[in-house]
């Protein structure tokens, strides 16, 4: 089993920026997890924002790219989410995600998920 835990959430105004951030346990987590960041704004689907792969590789979605930027550290068993230049359109509950056998922006391919931590983003 694996236990995530987001914390970093807030409410800032457009341009301003927030780093969200993960913890990670477990007696089954280990690095060689992908992990990834998602959000569900009221009224929509969620989906996915960025994905770290075991060796660091990384994707984004488009609405992304440029801005957020995702990053993990192993030692501390910590993944971040690095979001500047942030709009209203950003505003939803962004969900830390893990999975061992799969690696992408698709909500089905994780196994894992935290409850959530919100973010609102005013103009």
């Known amino acids: 089993q694996v236990q995530l835990v987001e914390s970093g959430g807030g409410s800032v105004q457009a341009g301003g920026s927030l780093r969200l951030s993960c913890a990670a346990s477990?007696?089954?987590?280990?690095?060689?997890?992908?992990m990834g960041w998602f959000r569900q704004a009221p009224g929509k689907e969620r989906e996915g924002v960025a994905v770290i792969d075991s060796v660091g590789g990384t994707s984004y979605a488009d609405s992304v790219k440029g801005r957020f930027t995702i990053s993990k550290d192993n030692a501390k068993k910590t993944l971040y989410l690095q979001m500047n230049s942030l709009k209203p359109e950003d505003t939803a509950m962004y969900y830390c995600?893990?999975?061992?056998?799969?690696?992408?922006?698709?909500?089905?391919?994780?196994?894992?998920w935290g409850q959530g931590t919100q973010v609102t983003v005013s103009s």
């Open positions: 477990g007696y089954t987590y280990s690095s060689s997890y992908c």
């Open positions: 995600a893990a999975d061992l056998r799969h690696c992408g922006l698709w909500v089905e391919w994780f196994n894992y």
